[in-house]
């Protein structure tokens, strides 16, 4: 994965097109020191002009006009001058039903009315709102990087048997990291010496520490408890956990969700529509009725104020963005809004079996060579052949085989070692080509063999001569795997499936264990596919959870990929949509109570804030709300954004079970 973006801000991008509200929101610096001098010194400006202005008009005392009159201007320019700057750019760059320059014509319109107070105040309160608003944008995506802290600054490195340190870009595969007690290990590797405690709720979202030992792989991020541990890199830093985090995170928002896509859509139209309202309200009753125009210039410029769509173009993006800062707190890396609103709409939970419904943790049952008369040296070597094939395999039964007998593979020469997705693999094990794997390989190959009648998955063995005999394992299901199939039944996922390459008997004891409706077993990866494909025919919306190479196709084909990131293999996270990083099954339904919940959020700002702007407007143009118009269209914009912006927020507060 390239890794070209500056990870040290972590920042979600916001693209901002064609939303008809002229700014790009997320991108906006905050500058404190420039916003205090406008409210400060403006502020005082403006009250003081106010204060003359009332004195002059009550007689109070004898003061000229101008004197409060360049009171306001001083005051409006401090204030105002960058937005009506960026109005003007905005026409220059033909973007001009901005939000700018709504405000531009909306306070130049006051002045020349003589309603200089107000004229200042759209300024001034807009300003306030603006800042308020960026305030609530960067807060979120703070957030997140707070949360994962994961950019690392320098990596202590033993070279030539010197400690020396060096930036994470100039670490290489093979290098040996120190990593003391309270130190952050920031590229993925394997232990080579000592035992740690690793916090890994950066990963995870899990509070409690991992135990970790020699031989064990430690994923970025993990902050090292205690225990000084020297851990090789297995990955250069772009390849590692942490840079494919961030970099998921900082493309997150490049792939925008149906409602942001609606709302761009909506703000482009509806903007030019509603200035032609207020231009119709200002011209319409003075040319045709005899209005005033004093009147009804002030009523059409108010309808201006309130019809800019800024709270939706901000607060629904922020809406989701909040949603994924949330699922990353729990573990749960969305790679995009568009999967947390897929997230919140699949029907249809699809499963593989291993390593996602099952610990991919199995026990060994039993060993049978074909010789039933075979003695221990042979039944030894029988699983050394096994387990030194196996050695270069991710698959967790392989895994499994090499913790379990991987001693009887030391000493022998293995080469030329080949993967057969669903099937095996082979190797030249001292000079002889073996192949281990299932009944479907053993078929591939030609080689007759004895089917075990032995419950649970059983690893055939051969020559390209003769059937060598098997292994047995049990799989394990997952501790969590039953109450989370239940928890997404009661959210609405009215169906589950089980996908699985095992034999049927084994696959529906999983499944009737784990609650789950269908299952299909002995299927190959493009089966896989044809099964998803089946379901997405039917009308359903599936998300597809996987952790294998072999789980690539069909993550790519559902509707929402979801892959097991803890042991997922690489090719599995890059294809799918969202990543599970403690391999849990029960943060699926954390991420689409968190889904449901944005989206819930995400209608309440839309519904909140087209009444309100729709009732000011309407109040404004028959003249209901004469004495407070211009506030209220005030309100009805920046009042109306921050509170949408508000609600946004509250995606990032954490759920409480019941």
């Known amino acids: 994965m390239k890794n070209e973006h500056n990870h040290d ?38 009250v003081a002009g106010y204060i003359l202005n009332e004195l002059a008009e009550r007689g109070i005392a004898d003061i000229p006009s101008f004197v409060y009159l360049i009171c306001f201007i001083i005051s409006y320019l401090i204030v105002g001058f960058s937005i009506l700057r960026e109005a003007v750019e905005g026409i220059m760059h033909k973007d001009i039903f901005n939000e700018n320059f709504l405000m531009g014509i909306a306070s130049i319109g006051a002045f020349a009315v003589g309603e200089y107070v107000e004229g200042c105040a759209v300024m001034f309160l807009f300003t306030i709102g603006e800042f308020l608003q960026s305030l609530a944008v960067q807060r979120s995506r703070k957030s997140i990087k707070d949360m994962l802290e994961l950019k690392p600054q320098e990596v202590k490195v033993l070279r ?25 290990l920031d590229i993925d590797g394997r232990i080579v010496e000592g035992c740690a405690e690793l916090d890994m709720k950066a990963l995870t979202g899990e509070s409690i520490p991992v135990s970790k030992a020699p031989g064990d792989e430690v994923l970025a991020g993990s902050v090292n408890v205690d225990g000084a541990i020297k851990v090789e890199a297995t990955k250069e830093y772009k390849d590692s956990t942490v840079s494919k985090i961030l970099d998921m995170l900082e493309k997150a928002e490049d792939k925008k969700s149906n409602a942001e896509h609606f709302i761009t859509r909506f703000a482009r ?44 173009v901000i607060s629904i993006p922020l809406s989701f963005f909040s949603g994924i800062g949330a699922c990353s ?29 099952t610990s991919g943790k199995f026990e060994y049952v039993k060993c049978e060579c074909h010789n039933c008369h075979c003695s221990d040296n042979q039944h030894r070597e029988l699983l050394g ?10 698959h967790p039964l392989a895994k499994s085989i090499s913790l379990a007998f991987g001693h009887y593979a030391d000493g022998k020469q293995i080469s030329d070692a080949k993967n057969y997705p669903g099937k ?8 002889v080509r073996y192949y281990v794997g299932n009944d479907k390989l053993m078929k591939e ?23 060598k005999g098997d292994i047995v394992f049990a799989d394990i299901i997952k ?15 009215t169906h589950t499936v089980m996908l699985t390459g095992d034999k049927e008997p084994i696959a529906k004891d999983i499944a009737k264990k784990a609650g789950i409706n269908t299952v299909y077993a002995k299927l190959l990866p493009d089966e896989k596919v044809e099964k998803v494909k089946e379901l997405q025919e039917s009308g359903k919306t599936v998300f597809y959870t996987g952790d294998g190479i072999n789980d690539a196709p069909v993550l790519a084909q559902a509707d929402l990929g979801i892959a097991m990131g803890g042991i997922g293999s690489d090719v599995a996270i890059e294809a799918s949509d969202m990543v599970i990083m403690g391999d849990s099954l029960s943060k699926i339904p954390k991420g689409r109570k968190i889904a449901k919940k944005a989206m819930t959020i995400v209608r309440e700002n839309i519904i909140f804030s087209l009444v309100v702007k729709l009732i000011i407007i309407i109040g404004s143009t028959l003249g209901i709300f004469e004495e407070n118009a211009m506030w209220l269209a005030v309100f009805g914009d920046v009042g109306v954004c921050l509170i949408a912006v508000a609600n946004s927020m509250r995606t990032m507060i954490p759920h409480k079970k019941k």
């Not at 749960?332 to 996602?356: H, P, R």
């Not at 190959?445 to 059937?467: D, H, L």
Request: net charge negative.
């Open 9 to 46: 801000e972590c920042e979600i991008h916001e693209h901002g097109d064609g939303c008809g509200c002229g700014h790009d929101h997320a991108h906006e610096e905050l500058n404190k020191k420039d916003f205090i001098f406008k409210v400060v010194v403006g502020g005082v400006l403006l």
């Open 160 to 184: 030539d048997g010197r400690e020396i340190t060096l930036s994470p870009e100039d670490v290489k595969i093979g290098d040996i990291m120190v990593i003391r007690p309270g130190e952050k």
């Open 269 to 312: 139209i509806y903007t030019p529509i509603v200035c032609l309202l207020a231009l119709a309200v200002i011209l319409v009753p003075p040319l045709f009725f005899g209005g005033e125009w004093k009147d009804w210039i002030f009523r059409g410029l108010s309808v201006l104020v309130v019809s800019c769509p800024c709270a939706l």
């Open 329 to 357: 707190k729990e573990g749960i890396l969305v790679k995009g809004s568009n999967y947390l609103e897929m997230l919140a709409k699949a029907d249809t939970g699809v499963f593989d079996k291993t390593g996602t419904i």
């Open 385 to 394: 052949i096994i387990a030194a094939c196996e050695k270069y395999s991710n």
């Open 424 to 431: 095996g693999v082979s190797a030249v094990v001292d000079g």
């Open 445 to 467: 190959i030609g080689i007759e063999f004895e089917e075990t009648k032995c419950i649970g998955t059983a690893v055939y063995c051969a020559s390209e001569t003769e059937f």
């Open 479 to 493: 501790q969590d795997s039953k109450e989370a199939i239940a928890d997404l039944h009661k959210m609405g996922i």
